[in-house]
């Protein structure tokens, strides 16, 4: 990897397929951008928020929450976005009712969680 100001070598930037060079300039992010937001796979459980328009419209707990929002996904649930946060199995009974109790969000109260 170069150094940020270090001279650019021509001769191997020339073997470099111009439509990599484009492809590269239309990047949104950059390697260090997509880096510094990784996710480790290890932290997979925790409570995970359903969201339709600007509402979050459920509130749910999982040992793997990507897993389990993939299947609300093929079940047909329709949302259009999530977010969660991660904590531990154990903490997870005790934060999900909090969040519910305190967001009330649509889907949980139809289901009768209060």
């Not at 650019?8 to 020339?14: F, Q, R, V």
């Not at 409570?47 to 328009?53: E, K, M, R, S």
């Amino acid at each position: 990897m170069c150094a940020p100001n270090a001279p650019i070598d021509m001769k191997l930037l020339s073997a470099v397929p111009v439509k990599v060079l484009r492809a590269i300039g239309d990047l949104p992010y950059d390697r260090m951008t997509i880096l510094s937001s990784t996710i480790p796979c290890t932290s997979r459980s925790g409570i995970y928020f359903l969201v339709t328009g600007a509402e979050i419209v459920y509130v749910g707990q999982s040992v793997d929450v990507l897993k389990r929002i993939s299947r609300h996904m093929s079940d047909g649930r329709e949302f259009d976005a999530y977010a969660f946060i991660s904590c531990p199995p154990e903490e997870m009974d005790r934060l999900e009712k909090l969040y519910i109790t305190a967001l009330l969000p649509d889907w949980n109260m139809s289901l009768g969680n209060r």
